[in-house]
């Protein structure tokens, strides 16, 4: 295991030296003086690489609402890395809450430069996810998404490449094997600006790990923070 897990209610994703990107909750309002933006450049990336998801376009700027935390996208918008990528070709760890106000091809992490990378909400029965230019793997869901309804959502893949999928702390029972490099520079679009992303993003993490236990403390934080918005 490569990073410092403990199942325990001090941990914090940035416990783990596995931590690729952390776009935390509510880390804008501290740049933001505690107030909405209606243009929002960048989302600070509180992991030590610095990965920070910017927008200079300002018809492509996402909003950010304080009160809730919510990132939000509205269909024509997305924030990518200012530079780099997070490439990873062993285990993984994907987290993030979110609240979709559409479930048809949205986006919620991809690469932007890179074509065959995205992990993407098929619809409401489904999830996609594509890596390097194998097939698009679909894993269909225990049960159908909502539209306008809080999720907390997890992608793993462990040490013989299996992925799997977790809907607000439960493990999916479809299940699929999916080698390859995940590149991932992009929140809300993938290659070339396809597929947007319509809804909130609250939390995005990273890890270049899998471990039943992380994905243990990824869900409960993740849950804790589903259950404060």
């Known amino acids: 295991m490569k990073g410092t897990t403990n199942k325990n209610k001090t941990w914090y994703p940035t416990n783990e030296n596995s ?3 952390f776009w935390e909750y509510k880390r804008c309002s501290l740049i933001s003086g505690n107030t909405d933006v209606a243009a929002l450049g ?3 990336d509180t992991s ?3 990965r920070d998801m910017v927008q200079a376009t300002a018809s492509e700027k996402v909003s950010y609402t304080h009160a809730t935390g919510a990132v ?5 918008d ?6 780099g990528e997070v490439s990873i070709s062993g285990v993984f ?5 979110g609240y979709f106000v559409a479930l048809s091809n949205e986006v919620l992490l991809a690469s932007n430069t890179t074509s065959n990378q995205f992990i993407r909400l098929n619809d409401g029965d489904s999830i996609n996810v594509k890596i390097d230019s194998a097939n698009t793997i679909t894993f269909n869901l225990g049960a159908e998404l909502q539209t306008d309804t ?4 997890m992608i793993c893949r462990d040490s013989s490449d299996l992925i799997t999928i977790w809907v607000n702390g439960v493990k999916q029972t479809d299940t699929a094997t999916g080698a390859g490099t995940l590149r991932l520079d992009t929140l809300g679009v993938r290659y070339t600006d396809l597929n947007d ?3 909130r993003l609250y939390e995005v993490v990273v890890f270049n790990d899998f471990s039943t236990t992380l994905a243990s403390n990824v869900s409960t934080r993740l849950n804790e923070i589903k259950n404060h918005i």
């Open 48 to 50: 030590h690489h610095s």
């Open 197 to 199: 992303l319509t809804g």
């Open 93 to 97: 760890t994907v987290g993030l809450v």
């Open 42 to 44: 960048t989302w600070f």
């Open 78 to 83: 997305n924030l990518q890395m200012a530079s």
């Open 19 to 21: 931590l690729q990107g």
């Open 72 to 76: 939000n996208f509205d269909g024509d």
């Open 150 to 153: 809080l999720y907390n959502l």
